[in-house]
Nanobody, 124 residues
Framework: QVQLVESGGGLVQAGGSLRLSCAAS????????MGWFRQAPGKEREFVAA????????YYADSVKGRFTISRDNAMTTVYLQMNSLKPEDTAVYYC?????????????????WGQGTQVTVSS
């Protein structure tokens, strides 16, 4: 079983930055893709960014392109989401997810494991 634990959320003013971390443990494979999603109150969970574990192209939602960066550590056990120039509309619970495939996708139903989420609140 795979366990994903997010951390790094918090309260920040608009224009500020946060870095989220997702630590993976258990039967995780280095070839699996990882993704970040978010869910604001009253809204559906939406795609934020995805990364192939073994490198290559990363994927971003249009709403975060140029502001957010997804990356991983060399051991491929932790995935990060660096969030800069944060806006109030970025406020949401952010979830890390892992997919049993090497390609990242923007679709929630194509991910097999999920973390519990970490709250990000951006004040205006």
């Amino acid at each position: 079983q795979v366990q994903l634990v997010e951390s790094g959320g918090g309260l920040v003013q608009a224009g500020g930055s946060l870095r989220l971390s997702c630590a993976a443990s258990g039967r995780t494979f280095t070839t699996n893709a990882m993704g970040w999603f978010r869910q604001a109150p009253g809204k559906e969970r939406e795609f934020v960014a995805a990364i192939r574990r073994t490198g290559g192209r990363n994927y971003y939602a249009d709403s975060v392109k140029g502001r957010f960066t997804i990356s991983r550590d060399n051991a491929m056990t932790t995935v990060y989401l660096q969030m800069n120039s944060l806006k109030p509309e970025d406020t949401a619970v952010y979830y890390c997810a892992e997919r049993k495939d090497f390609l990242g996708t923007p679709f929630t139903d194509e991910y097999d494991y999920w973390g519990q989420g970490t709250q990000v609140t951006v004040s205006s």
